[in-house]
């Protein structure tokens, strides 16, 4: 690994995370977020089915909208994963200005951070990255660490795995 980030642990229970995007990604990281118990705030023009199923569960909240200038104000993190390179480029330019952490989607070099693999049991959670190298192998490590240990956070219905 060229570049390994540090990993820091940090307490989401109750924070307002901003999700831009409704999408598969967004669905996959989102699901994980509520793991750790955040308050998810979804704003997408279209939600996929899943999406639509958490927001029917009262699980998130959803406005079925574009993205607007002022929607980060008083989110905790932010994360921009639609599929329009300008709409993610503008919510990390938000986010820059209001200097809170946000993870852009489509472009590792834009990510104040790097959205982990996780693998949780009741012993401990663990998180997975290659520092932006190679996605694909940390679902690989992700893959072996559950083998070992099991894994709270589902994944089986992730859309690649299908
Ligand atoms: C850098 C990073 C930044 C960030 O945080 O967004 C990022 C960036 C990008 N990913 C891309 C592609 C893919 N990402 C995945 C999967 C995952 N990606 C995740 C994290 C990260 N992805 C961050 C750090 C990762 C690291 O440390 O290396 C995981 C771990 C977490 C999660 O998403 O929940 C999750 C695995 C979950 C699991 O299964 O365990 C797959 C595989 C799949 O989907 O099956 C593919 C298909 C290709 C492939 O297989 O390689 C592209 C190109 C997009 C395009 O082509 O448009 C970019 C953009 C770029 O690289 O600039
Ligand atoms: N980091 C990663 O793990 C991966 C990242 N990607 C990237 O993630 C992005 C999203 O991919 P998918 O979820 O598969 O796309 P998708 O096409 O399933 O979903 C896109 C979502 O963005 C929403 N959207 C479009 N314009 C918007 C706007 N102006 N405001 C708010 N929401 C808007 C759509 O309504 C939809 O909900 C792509 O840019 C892709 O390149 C793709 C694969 C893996």
Redesign the pocket.
Known sequence: MEKAYFPMFVDIKGMKILVVGGGN?AL??VK?LLEFGADVQVIAPELCAGMKELAAEGKIRSELREYMEGDAESAGIVIAATDSRAVNRAVQEECRHRKIPV???????S?D?????VVITDEAVIG????????????RV?SGIEALYGNRRD?SD????K
């Open positions: 990604i996959r990281r994980t993870n852009v989607a489509d472009d590792r070099d990510c951070f790097y959205f982990p693999s997975i990255n290659s520092g932006g190298e190679d996605p694909g192998r940390v679902k992700r994944y992730d859309r690649i795995e």
